[in-house]
């Protein structure tokens, strides 16, 4: 064939991009809910209310009694890029302490949702506003609504426009909400300056269950007796170190059962993350001194703001962290005092 100009590259069309791109940020009904949660506390709020519908596949509804939205954002929040948390890359830089910065999470919900409304009040307002947005996240209506000073987003029918998403969330649903549900805990643990409180309507039985409830201002052992129990709680030590405090398993193995060895949570700066090295020096130690399942662990790190880069995937749960290995290796000592057999017996001795 004659060559042409024409080459076979072409640029992919934006309402297809979109499609990509929101489709990173909002993976599962997990990350939907967090997102929306973030936007909550975010916002301020000192309550959190997540009502699920058919474990999230149905409905996700998140209500806070945060700052709310202005009128003149009404336009601008489902759009992509918009945010109000980040001017430039600076901030960034400078370390953003807001789990938003992105601007993506409403216009991805807009995209992938079967609809998503928005029922908000600011403390300017005298009553609250209701917006439906569209796939593009504009307004397709607006109308007057009863609420009280905060933000209520409602997202239906996730998935509804990617069918086959939308096939693996109703098949997998137990799965989905299972991770939703620990990615809950992990906010009800750091973001202990709300009261978060989760319930979830079953397909089966159409009757609301709490599945989560953890008051405001606790320390972390509060936090994790309300999350899973006060027994379970009592058999955890403090862990501390200049870049890390947090909540570790006993020498004993106490408390470590197969269910218990799901719960290692990892924090930066109270955010969420992924940290599989940390994980994996920790469970290295336990298995080290020949312990069984793997020990629970709570560990919040305290980094300065440019040791620790948050924005290297859509969903900041990958978080890039300078020096991991010395960290890794701090975590290591500190576990290996904790576990190891001498201190065991050396608390066994302990008078009381
Ligand atoms: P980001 O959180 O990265 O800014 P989002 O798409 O999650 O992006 O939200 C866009 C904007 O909408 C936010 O910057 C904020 O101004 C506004 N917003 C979203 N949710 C809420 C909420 N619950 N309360 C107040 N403002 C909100
Ligand atoms: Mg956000």
Redesign the pocket.
């Known amino acids: 064939a004659p060559r042409t100009a024409m080459g076979t590259t072409k640029r992919i069309e934006t309402g297809c991009v979109r499609k990509i791109c929101s489709g990173q940020v909002i993976v599962d009904v997990a990350t939907a809910i967090k ?1 929306l949660v ?3 506390l ?2 301020g709020a000192t309550r959190v209310d997540v009502k699920l519908m058919g474990s999230g596949c149905d409905e996700i509804e998140v209500s ?1 009694n ?4 202005g009128p003149g ?1 009404f336009e601008g ?2 759009r992509r890029y ?4 980040l001017r430039d890359f600076g901030d960034l830089e400078r370390g953003v302490s ?10 991805s919900l807009c995209e992938l949702a079967g609809s998503v409304e928005v029922v ?1 009040r600011d403390a300017g307002a005298s009553a609250g506003t209701r917006l439906k947005y569209g796939r593009d996240g504009g307004i397709v209506a607006q109308s007057v609504a009863p609420r009280a000073v905060g ?1 209520t ?1 409602t997202a239906r029918d996730l998935f509804k426009p990617l069918p086959v998403r939308r096939a693996d969330l109703e098949r997998n649903a137990k799965r989905h909400f299972a991770k939703a549900v620990r990615l809950l805990q992990a906010y009800a643990l750091v973001a202990r300056s709300a009261r978060l409180r989760v319930t979830n309507v079953p397909r089966n039985t159409k009757r609301p269950s709490v599945v989560l409830q953890a008051q405001a201002g606790r320390a972390m052992t509060d936090a994790v007796a309300a999350l899973f129990g006060a027994r379970f709680a009592a058999t955890l030590e403090p862990l501390e170190d200049a870049k890390f405090e947090g909540l570790a398993s006993r020498a004993t193995g106490d408390g470590v059962g197969r269910a218990e060895g799901d719960r290692q949570f990892f924090f930066v700066n109270g955010r969420p993350i992924d940290a599989p090295k940390l994980a994996r020096a920790a469970n290295d130690v336990w298995r080290h001194f020949e312990m069984k399942h793997k020990p629970a662990i709570f560990l919040d790190l305290r980094l300065a703001p440019g040791n620790v880069d948050v924005n290297c995937a859509p969903d900041k749960r990958e978080v890039v962290i300078d020096n991991e290995n010395g960290l890794v290796a701090a975590l290591k000592d500190k576990l290996h005092a904790l576990w190891a057999p001498t201190s065991r017996d050396a608390r066994a001795f302990v008078p009381g």
Not at 66 to 69: A, D, E, K, M, V
Not at 82 to 85: F, G, R, V
């Open positions: 997102e973030e936007n909550a975010d916002a806070d945060g700052r709310g939205i954002d929040v489902a918009a945010t109000s948390k807001s789990f938003g910065f992105r601007g993506e999470a409403l216009a908000t933000t987003v």
